[in-house]
């Protein structure tokens, strides 16, 4: 009977083993967390590890917001503006002050995950922001590789590598197509940077400076000495303007563009130098759209690029 108690025990406990054995195959194996881990190197040299894509992200320039958007990806806090966000999808979005100037309490009431800002002008601000539970992305837009850098890493922190490429391929291929039509004639430009009381030319290490030679312009103020505190803006020389004589005067700014252009033209009346000018003679001095110049345009740079190359053509027709 002991015997027979025994083998029934023995065939039990084999029973439970297999049972056990077999809901272990079945479970889900252990999630290895560090599988998920990512990291990025953003323009300040900073490696940057995720383990989740960032949902709650705040940008301090219309740029960095325009291409998060086309990537896919929205906004908690978009910069600060006057007028209507340059991103639709965006308008209703909190405003949390710029690449100028933080403003810390907004910053703290969206809550952020991420904060891109600039790699010039935030990188004081990263332990702030990191003292707010977020992490700081920097980046910087002086050319329009820049621009592609920009949209390539922000791909990487977003996961969508692919969109990204799509986007950098449309970009190459605009400017592959103003290069494949540009003439030998060469527009001369002077393009002025300014804000009530104070004129800069941008020279060709500028954003605008090199949007102006992929669309085809001669920069004048090319060989100008670059300011210390502004080193892509250059001192407007009367003399040399004059020298250089271009064929078109392009205004840029901030703020109230017409306000721009009417301080500039007074100033001009006063100097009678700048009526020997070509093109104040022939009334070729525009304003170009602000948020196309004024700012990092992101992924609307193929925009900017029209919007020169049309302005050019102008000038050829009349010539």
């Keep these: 009977m002991k015997k027979h108690l025994l083998t029934i025990s023995i065939i039990a406990l084999s029973l439970l083993t297999a049972c056990s054995d077999n809901d272990q195959s079945n479970a889900p194996a252990a999630t290895d967390t560090s599988e998920t881990q990512y990291s990025i190197t953003d323009f300040a040299e900073q490696t940057i590890t995720f383990d989740h894509v960032p ?3 705040a940008a301090l320039s219309n740029g960095d917001m325009d291409i998060i958007y ?12 006057n007028g209507p966000s340059v991103v ?9 002050g710029s690449t100028h100037e933080l403003d810390l309490e907004k910053l703290t009431y969206v809550q952020p995950e991420v904060v891109l800002g600039n790699s010039q002008m935030n990188i004081k601000d990263v ?21 592609k850098a920009q949209i390539t890493l922000f791909g990487e922190m977003l996961q969508n590598q692919e969109k990204a490429a799509e ?11 103003i290069q494949s039509e540009r003439t030998d004639k060469q527009v001369r430009v002077l393009l002025v940077y300014g804000a009530p009381g104070t004129y800069m030319a941008a020279l060709p290490n500028s954003l605008s400076g090199n949007l102006l030679e992929l669309a085809g312009g001669e920069n004048i103020a090319s060989d100008f000495p670059s300011l210390e505190a502004y080193p892509q803006y250059a001192q407007l020389n009367t003399e040399r ?15 109230n563009s017409e306000e721009v252009k009417a301080g500039f033209m ?7 130098a700048w009526n020997q000018l070509e093109a104040v003679q022939a009334g070729r001095i525009d304003v170009l759209p602000s948020d196309l110049f004024g700012t990092n345009p992101g992924t609307r740079v193929t925009e900017a690029l029209d919007v020169l190359v049309d302005l050019f053509e102008s000038v050829h027709d009349k010539s």
């Design 88 to 96: 639709p999808e965006a308008e209703d979005v909190e405003q949390i």
């Design 55 to 57: 949902e709650r992200i």
């Design 266 to 272: 007074k100033e001009m009346e006063q100097n009678a």
């Design 167 to 177: 986007i950098v391929e449309m970009i190459n291929q605009k400017v592959s197509e």
């Design 70 to 81: 086309a990537l896919g990806g929205t906004l908690v806090g978009r910069p600060t503006s």
């Design 127 to 147: 332990p702030t922001v990191q003292g707010l539970g977020a992490q700081m992305v920097l980046t910087n837009a002086q050319s329009v590789d820049d621009i």
């Design 241 to 255: 303007v004059v020298e250089a004589d271009p064929h078109l005067i392009l205004l840029m700014s901030h703020g």
